[in-house]
């Protein structure tokens, strides 16, 4: 069974970084697709950034600039820098992962930007 466990959440001030890793489990499979959602209460579910095993970064305009997602492809593991962080960052982050046709989602790990 493929599970995503995300970790590097926290409470951050405004202005401040923040590095999220998920790593995939239970397959041998490479995902084709990865990347990062977020949820923020009362809020509409944001795709974050995507990175194919091939292909085009995709970054919502939201994070252009600020926020930078990498992988490594040997490990199905991937990750997302955020610096300059905002109030508005403010969300549970999860990850997300397409293998063999199939789109897995990590149970997310909270940012919290705030002073």
């Known amino acids: 069974q493929v599970q995503l466990v995300e970790s590097g959440g926290g409470l951050v001030q405004p202005g401040g970084s923040l590095r999220l890793s998920c790593a995939a489990s239970?397959?041998?499979?490479?995902?084709?697709?990865m990347g990062w959602y977020r949820q923020a209460p009362g809020k509409q579910r944001e795709l974050v950034a995507v990175?194919?095993?091939?292909?085009?970064?995709h970054y919502a305009d939201s994070v252009k600039g600020r926020f930078t997602i990498s992988r490594d492809n040997a490990k199905n593991q991937v990750y997302l820098q955020m610096n300059s962080l905002k109030p508005e960052d403010t969300a549970v982050y999860l990850c997300?992962?397409?293998?063999?046709?199939?789109?897995?989602r990590g149970q997310g790990t909270q940012v919290t930007v705030s002073s």
């Open positions: 997300f992962a397409v293998i063999s046709g199939r789109e897995y």
């Open positions: 239970g397959t041998t499979s490479s995902a084709n697709v």
């Open positions: 990175i194919p095993s091939g292909g085009s970064i």
